[in-house]
């Protein structure tokens, strides 16, 4: 069998290492690849979006299964053109990648599905959007409709800072095309909950709930960043609000986007806040999140690629649910100086032999590459990405942050406090 995964980040190592681990014969494929997934997959130098050069090399090469990480290449119309050819693929096709490419659809979409989400309204005009604002007051969320590397979503506090945000958008044109449109919404309280489902675009296959920690500073202060941390699983996720999310929100979801002619199947992942109301949706997204995969993926115990290969050849999801090993997982980002701001590359890193991967403790590979002398080196924002996992959450919390500590590399920061509100309620707990 061949597998080429499309994406070179700590998801798609995470992605690499369970694939590798479901189907140990087969042979693996990544677009560029890091320096942890350099030897457990042969690199292909081929960008992720040029869309032709990926199809007509998976079509020589008679790839069997092709899993896309990232969103871009999904918003582009990666899974069409290799649906077009015949050629088996886990990602939705554009159309259905709108849910997260489009915030202004997914809203729409969500309207009129009648999913709980924060009320809003969609502008292009900045004076309209500056009207609104004023009419309703903070605190208030603006986002930019298209894709922004994560950065798109304001929270913002101050009226001034939700007039600055739509002035950066539509006036200035900070956020390019993503921020010709942008959808101003009502703020929401409440814990946040990533939510990872595998779709045949009729019936849904959830995964355990993964809480993300998206600020850089401990205590969750600071700029936003991709995701510094997350664990796995967590409490407030359970089987109970797990029926409701299905009920309430996944099924009527997939059921308008398939009457829209645009059927999802793939990944589908709903951000959701868990408020006083019950859960709404903050945002979907069309792909695996990062981190939170990193912290899902050590702890499935059942198989991820037979899922994925029945939904990729257009089967319906027969089995159903996937089965969990017991215990937590913890994982915590290494990020390089400067993160999320502009930072440095270059840096070499040093892993002690103790903090080598074990079957309890994970390290994957984001923005690191092999040196020429064979050393490693940061390459990216995000660097690496340390998960243990142990029977309880306070002991993959130790043990993650005790191998973070222990890896070097100029500049390298990172949070001790991922899993805090969590470890709170579990230290309270009788
Ligand atoms: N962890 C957030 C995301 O993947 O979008």
Redesign the pocket.
């Known amino acids: 069998m061949k597998i080429l995964i499309i994406g070179n980040g700590g998801?798609e190592h995470a992605l690499l290492w369970k694939l590798r681990q479901d189907s140990p014969a087969a042979d693996f494929y990544i677009t560029r690849g890091n320096g942890g997934t350099a030897g457990l997959a042969t690199e292909l130098p081929l960008d992720p979006t040029d869309l032709a050069a990926l199809a007509g090399w998976a079509e020589s090469q008679r790839v069997d299964l092709t899993v896309v990480g990232p969103e871009g290449p999904l918003a582009i119309g990666l899974a069409d053109v290799f649906i077009r050819r015949g050629l088996p693929v886990f990602g939705p096709t554009k159309g259905a990648a709108a849910i997260e490419s489009s915030k202004a659809y997914a809203k729409d979409l969500m309207q009129r599905a009648g999913v709980p989400t924060a009320k809003y309204q969609t502008f292009t005009d900045a004076a309209a959007a500056t009207a609104y604002v004023r009419k309703h007051g903070a605190p208030i969320v603006v986002k930019a409709s298209g894709l922004a590397a994560?950065k798109g979503a304001v929270v913002c506090t101050t009226e001034a800072e939700a007039l600055e945000a739509i002035r950066e958008m539509l006036s200035e044109g900070t956020f390019g095309e993503a921020g010709r449109e942008v959808v101003v919404e009502s703020f929401m309280e409440g814990e946040e909950l990533?939510l990872f489902v595998l779709t045949d675009g009729h019936d849904v296959l959830p995964m355990i709930a993964a809480q993300?920690h998206?600020r850089i500073g401990e205590g969750d202060t600071g700029p936003n960043t991709?995701?510094m941390g997350?664990y796995a699983p967590v409490d407030r996720g359970g089987d109970a609000l797990m029926d409701r999310v299905r009920r309430e929100i996944l099924l009527p979801t997939l059921a308008a986007m398939r009457e829209d002619g645009r059927p999802f199947q793939g990944l589908l992942?709903a951000?959701l806040m868990l408020t006083a109301d019950g859960p709404m949706v903050v945002e979907f997204?069309c792909r695996?999140?990062?981190?939170?995969t990193q912290a899902v993926l050590p702890l499935l115990a059942s198989s991820l690629l037979e899922p994925m290969l029945g939904i990729a050849r257009g089967d319906t999801i027969t089995t159903s649910s996937l089965s969990w090993k017991p215990g937590f997982a913890l994982t915590t980002v290494l990020a390089a100086g400067g993160y999320p701001g502009p930072y440095e590359k270059g840096a070499e890193i040093t892993i002690p032999g103790e903090t080598l991967e074990s079957e309890d403790l994970m390290v994957f590979h984001a923005g690191t590459a092999r040196s020429p002398e064979g050393g490693l080196i940061t390459t990216g924002g995000r660097v690496l990405a340390v998960t243990a996992v142990a029977p309880s959450l306070a002991r993959a919390a130790e043990r993650s942050r005790a191998a973070a500590a222990s890896i070097r590399f100029a500049g390298k920061q990172f949070r001790r406090d991922i899993g805090w509100r969590e470890l709170e309620r579990h230290a309270g707990a009788p």
């Open positions: 998801r994560g990533s993300d998206k991709g995701g997350a992942y951000g997204n695996f999140g990062d981190p939170e």
